[in-house]
């Protein structure tokens, strides 16, 4: 008979013995997925500190509320959805939001020979190791808000499906599109100045 | 024909799927007849290239060392039936209340 040692086991094992009082089981589940939950808060919240407590609050609530996952969705999905729920507190509507609204609509040139949109620098992979647009690319993903950039980031950092990030954040696949059509066009809009200046 | 504004709510809906409908070959031809429109296309995708390279950032060791000794204690304190709570909530209930 094989032994399997804890990291090999498949999640469900785990967690049904998690569920059953084994701590070593619930402490594999947590090495399996610190970094994913880690990784997706910082995407999310843009800041160390709150990233830290958002992985602490996350396995408290996982290991709270085990015994209600029902394993109709992959455990993943699960955490997902609470790391994003820690992640996203109740906000009054602020102006960027309509701002977003608007972007739904093509930019209007100011003449028909000027063209509307600038070319971008070839080399983004070169350009990712200068600081500064690292801090470009991070000021104006934490300038997006959490609504949004939690659709970005699923859709677009983590490369989930539509489908999967609906189901992680319940909400139809319909408002996931919206949600990342205003993103993207929001997040080039604030690059372009960057991007266009440096083909100068 | 597609126009602009088509070209562009498509662009930001649709970055990366290689869709054949009737609407997208529309979109095709338009792109491949307006250099602001491809512009466009061109900058969203290196947008979204340029956010997938950002590195992600794994569990600081000082942090990891935090999280095991929470989990440690969370589990001990919850065989003895007094599961700590986190900063913001209150425990509702520990896990282990019904075996599936």
């Given at each position: 008979?094989?032994?399997?040692?804890?990291?090999?086991?498949?999640?469900?094992?785990?967690?049904?013995?998690?569920?059953?009082?084994?701590?070593?089981?619930?402490?594999?589940?947590?090495r399996r997925y610190e970094n994913t939950v880690y990784g997706f808060a910082s995407r999310v919240c843009r800041d160390r500190e709150k990233a830290r407590e958002t992985l602490q609050d996350t396995f408290v609530n996982v290991y709270r509320k085990l015994d209600t996952f029902d394993g109709k969705s992959r455990f993943s999905t699960w955490l997902y959805t609470i790391v994003a729920n820690n992640c996203?507190?109740?906000?009054?509507?602020?102006?960027?939001?309509?701002?977003?609204?608007?972007?739904?609509?093509?930019?209007?040139?100011?003449?028909?020979?000027?063209?509307?949109?600038?070319?971008?620098?070839?080399?983004?992979?070169?350009?990712?190791?200068?600081?500064?647009?690292?801090?470009?690319?991070?000021?104006?993903?934490?300038?997006?808000?959490?609504?949004?950039?939690?659709?970005?980031v699923l859709r677009d950092m983590e490369e989930k499906s539509g489908a999967e990030t609906a189901a992680i954040l319940k909400i139809s696949e319909e408002a996931v599109k919206?949600?990342?059509?205003?993103?993207?066009?929001?997040?080039?809009?604030q690059l372009a100045p960057y991007m266009e200046r440096e083909q100068e | 024909m597609a126009n602009c504004a088509e070209a562009y709510r498509f662009i930001c809906d649709n970055l990366d799927e290689k869709l054949d409908s009737p609407r997208c070959r529309r979109i095709r031809r338009?792109?491949?007849?307006?250099?602001?429109?491809?512009?466009?296309?061109?900058?969203?995708?290196?947008?979204?290239?340029?956010?997938r390279m950002m590195p992600v950032p794994g569990v600081p060791s000082g942090i990891h060392e935090t999280l095991l000794k929470t989990v440690k204690k969370l589990t001990a304190s919850s065989?003895?039936?007094?599961?700590?709570?986190?900063?913001?909530?209150?425990?509702?209930r520990r896990p282990g209340g019904h075996t599936r």
């Amino acid at each position: 008979m094989t032994v399997r040692r804890g990291s090999d086991r498949p999640d469900d094992e785990l967690i049904r013995e998690a569920v059953g009082g084994s701590t070593p089981a619930f402490t594999t589940l947590v090495r399996r997925y610190e970094n994913t939950v880690y990784g997706f808060a910082s995407r999310v919240c843009r800041d160390r500190e709150k990233a830290r407590e958002t992985l602490q609050d996350t396995f408290v609530n996982v290991y709270r509320k085990l015994d209600t996952f029902d394993g109709k969705s992959r455990f993943s999905t699960w955490l997902y959805t609470i790391v994003a729920n820690n992640c996203l507190m109740k906000r009054r509507r602020r102006k960027i939001d309509d701002l977003l609204e608007s972007l739904d609509e093509a930019p209007t040139g100011s003449g028909k020979r000027q063209p509307r949109f600038t070319e971008w620098v070839e080399t983004p992979a070169d350009l990712l190791l200068t600081r500064e647009l690292r801090s470009v690319l991070d000021r104006s993903l934490k300038h997006l808000p959490p609504d949004y950039r939690v659709v970005f980031v699923l859709r677009d950092m983590e490369e989930k499906s539509g489908a999967e990030t609906a189901a992680i954040l319940k909400i139809s696949e319909e408002a996931v599109k919206s949600r990342l059509r205003r993103a993207r066009a929001f997040l080039r809009t604030q690059l372009a100045p960057y991007m266009e200046r440096e083909q100068e | 024909m597609a126009n602009c504004a088509e070209a562009y709510r498509f662009i930001c809906d649709n970055l990366d799927e290689k869709l054949d409908s009737p609407r997208c070959r529309r979109i095709r031809r338009h792109l491949a007849g307006c250099p602001d429109c491809s512009t466009l296309l061109d900058s969203v995708k290196k947008t979204v290239t340029l956010y997938r390279m950002m590195p992600v950032p794994g569990v600081p060791s000082g942090i990891h060392e935090t999280l095991l000794k929470t989990v440690k204690k969370l589990t001990a304190s919850s065989h003895r039936g007094d599961a700590p709570q986190s900063g913001r909530q209150k425990t509702r209930r520990r896990p282990g209340g019904h075996t599936r």
